[in-house]
């Protein structure tokens, strides 16, 4: 079981530049998250999504994008990137009424804007 | 908005001894969980404990416990026995209960524990 994969682990982009990152999980799940983690701080929510073509903002959302045209894929866009979105981010997922069943992380990107 | 609480940014413990680490939360809801996640430096997200709110047993996993004080609205972990391999960052997380809801976490800003020889 490969559960929620991550790709890239490392990211280093200029500012204005752009970017998606990568996750899929294979576990069919139907819901998935997208979390920022800054320095010392707790994770903070920025998309997720309830089932394929279903996405809603979370806590952070501004200067990102989602899509969930499949049931396994949740990619995350950076349009323009700025230093204030360095950080590492989470890809997460859990079945409907995820407390019961337990939520999976993925091992997170980090990423830096210069 | 709910919202979670760790006052403590830091803890160290001795091997062998206990710590416990606190954690409060604010929310109008009945229906919820409450967890107590552990990030290594790997930054892996590994769950130690969970416990759902209409519970009033305290839940316990080997070493780790809860100290779940619904009407205070505080949700400590408490540590016995400290090892090595404990020392990590430690977060408190909650999420609503019940069906309609889309199980979003809410985490707190999190404890680091160190563990001393």
């Known amino acids: 079981n490969a559960g929620v994969t991550q790709t890239p682990k490392f990211r280093i982009l200029k500012i204005g530049q752009s970017m998606t990152l990568q996750c899929t999980q294979d576990?069919?799940?139907?819901?998935m998250y997208w979390y920022r983690q800054d320095p010392g701080m707790g994770l903070k929510l920025i998309y997720y999504?309830?089932?394929?073509?279903?996405?809603d903002k979370g806590e952070v959302p501004n200067g990102y994008n989602v899509s969930r045209s499949t049931t396994e894929d949740f990619p995350l866009r950076l349009e323009l990137a700025a230093p204030s979105q360095t950080s590492v981010y989470f890809c997460?997922?859990?079945?409907?009424?995820?407390?019961?069943?337990?939520?999976?992380f993925g091992s997170g990107t980090r990423l830096t804007v210069v | 908005a709910q919202t979670v609480t760790q006052s403590q940014p830091e803890m160290s413990v001795q091997e062998a001894e206990t710590v416990t680490l606190s954690c409060t939360y604010d929310?109008?809801?009945?229906?919820?969980?409450l967890f107590w996640y552990k990030q290594p430096p790997s930054r892996q997200m590994i769950l130690v404990i969970r416990?759902?709110?209409?519970?009033?047993q305290n839940a316990t996993e080997n070493r780790f416990s809860v100290n779940f004080q619904k009407a205070a609205k505080s949700f400590s972990l408490k540590i016995s026995d400290s090892q090595l391999g404990d020392a990590a960052m430690y977060f408190c997380?909650?999420?609503?209960?019940?069906?309609?809801?889309?199980?979003?976490?809410?985490f707190g800003t999190g404890t680091r524990l160190q563990v001393t020889l």
């Open positions: 997460a997922s859990s079945r409907r009424q995820g407390a019961n069943y337990g939520y999976t």
């Open positions: 999504s309830v089932g394929a073509g279903i996405t």
């Open positions: 997380a909650y999420t609503e209960g019940g069906t309609g809801t889309a199980s979003k976490l809410t």
């Open positions: 576990m069919n799940h139907n819901y």
């Open positions: 929310t109008s809801e009945s229906d919820y969980y």
């Open positions: 416990q759902e709110a209409y519970k009033q």
